[in-house]
């Protein structure tokens, strides 16, 4: 419990730190894309003006008009006519002299009262900044302005502002509007992190218990033959008089166990393969009917061996892709569970067919029969219905879950359910598709 707190502790820290760099990153663009695209008519308007010879001439005049003519201005402008005529309800030009005195006081009028806390820049000429100043309210105007030298007369630097204080509103608006949207949109992401962070960590978790639950088993089934051979081994070693065969049962015990240790290391062995997917499926069209006849022909000697009746029932069949090899381990394991829970005169059928969209197989008996309600637990790894250790059927409780595997392998099913009025009944579906 744990380690499952930790790890999704983790996970959940990793989501909220990733959703706020995200959201920080999109606030910071679309902040910077909408400041751009806010101040560009504004500063091409400025540029327009501060290049347009006749509007600059006409300002220059209404400024010094007291003072007699004033000199038409020389400086390099584009022609009027490349440019748009200027909007001066929205365009300020103010007159300085070369002392940083405001000139043009007369055609400001009331706005001079504003424009008189201006701090003129002469380092800052044919540049767009941005300029704060205090009112006779005590209140920030802002403009953008630009200043180009003219050199005509008295006046020696002309200054075009534009007011920009409803675009500030606006965007301090807007940028309040999108910090409280990032910090809910943020809140609802740690939420979110929350349940994604325990949903992720849901299947990790279960194939972790699964993964510790079937490392326990097969240390524990892997440590009962080894602890058996070395015993047996071990008592050789107290007789060294005695011959082979004296000591044949021990031998045999042990060579026994040796095998049954073998065979358990290549179950545990294809199940890490199918766990992960290095198993491949080998597919080739086959003919079922010769398959079922074959891969069932050494069982029904065995079945006549333990005074048991075993039986094919084939209904209609056709040539399916399969693997031989292991479709044939699945009807082992079938055939091998049918043989150790049917007792002498019992039967066992092997029933087949095949429609236009799947193959089904069904191993029949009519033995002890189910003991569970819960027949999925049959396919867990290391199962067994009475929940003991005992080796009385020589198995692991492997087979079923090796079954599964080989038939999900082959994107099918495997179900259980009781035969009547006796026994068990293993169904496999394999789609044809």
């Not at 949903?199 to 194939?207: G, K, V």
């Not at 026994?256 to 240790?261: F, G, I, K, V």
Request: hydrophobic share 40%; glycine share 6%.
């Amino acid at each position: 419990m744990k380690t499952e707190f930790k790890q999704r502790r983790s996970l959940f820290m990793r989501n909220v730190l990733a959703f706020g760099l995200i959201f920080l990153l999109l606030g910071f663009i679309v902040n910077q894309v909408l400041y751009q695209s806010l101040y560009t008519n504004i500063d091409e308007e400025l540029r327009s003006v501060s290049t347009n010879t006749n509007f600059i001439e006409q300002e220059l005049i209404k400024g010094d008009a007291s003072k007699g003519d004033i000199p038409k201005f020389s400086g390099e402008l584009k022609p009027h006519r490349d440019l748009k005529p200027p909007n001066s309800f929205q365009v300020q030009p103010i007159l300085w002299s070369a002392s940083g005195k405001i000139i043009n006081q007369e055609a400001l009028g009331n706005r001079y009262s504003d424009m008189a806390n201006l701090t003129f820049d002469k380092e800052k000429l044919d540049q767009i900044e941005a300029v704060h100043v205090k009112d006779s309210y005590n209140q920030t105007i802002n403009f953008r302005s630009i200043t180009k030298k003219v050199d005509s007369g008295g006046v020696a630097y002309i200054q075009f502002v534009s007011n920009t204080n409803q675009l500030e509103e606006s965007m301090t608006f807007f940028q309040q509007v999108l910090i409280g949207c990032m910090i809910v949109f943020w809140i609802l992401s740690i939420v979110v992190s929350y349940y994604l962070a325990k949903l992720n960590m849901a299947p990790i978790m279960a194939s972790w218990k699964r993964q510790q639950e079937f490392v326990e088993n097969s240390s524990h089934e892997l440590r009962t033959p080894l602890t058996i051979i070395q015993a047996k081994l071990e008592k050789l070693f107290t007789k060294p008089t005695h011959t082979i065969l004296e000591e044949s049962e021990d031998i045999a015990l042990a060579l026994n166990e040796t095998r049954r240790l073998n065979q358990l290391t290549n179950d545990l062995l294809l199940l890490a393969r199918s766990d992960s997917n290095e198993l491949v499926v080998d597919r080739k069209l086959s003919d079922v009917k010769d398959f079922l006849i074959k891969a069932s022909e050494p069982y029904q000697e065995i079945a006549e061996s333990q005074q048991k009746k075993m039986t094919l029932e084939l209904g209609h069949l056709q040539a399916v892709s399969f693997d031989a090899k292991l479709l044939t381990q699945l009807l082992i394991i079938l055939l091998d569970n049918a043989l150790k829970y049917t007792g002498p005169g019992e039967t066992i059928t092997v029933f087949s067919e095949t429609t236009a969209k799947y193959w089904l197989i069904e191993v029949r008996d009519t033995g002890i029969g189910l003991k569970t309600t819960n027949t999925d637990q049959l396919f867990t790894r290391f199962y067994r219905e009475d929940g003991a250790r005992q080796r009385k059927t020589g198995g692991y409780g492997l087979g079923l879950s090796i079954a599964k595997s080989i038939v999900d392998m082959h994107h099918g099913k495997i179900s259980v359910k009781a035969n009547q009025p006796k026994g068990t009944i293993f169904s496999v579906i394999l789609p044809l598709a």
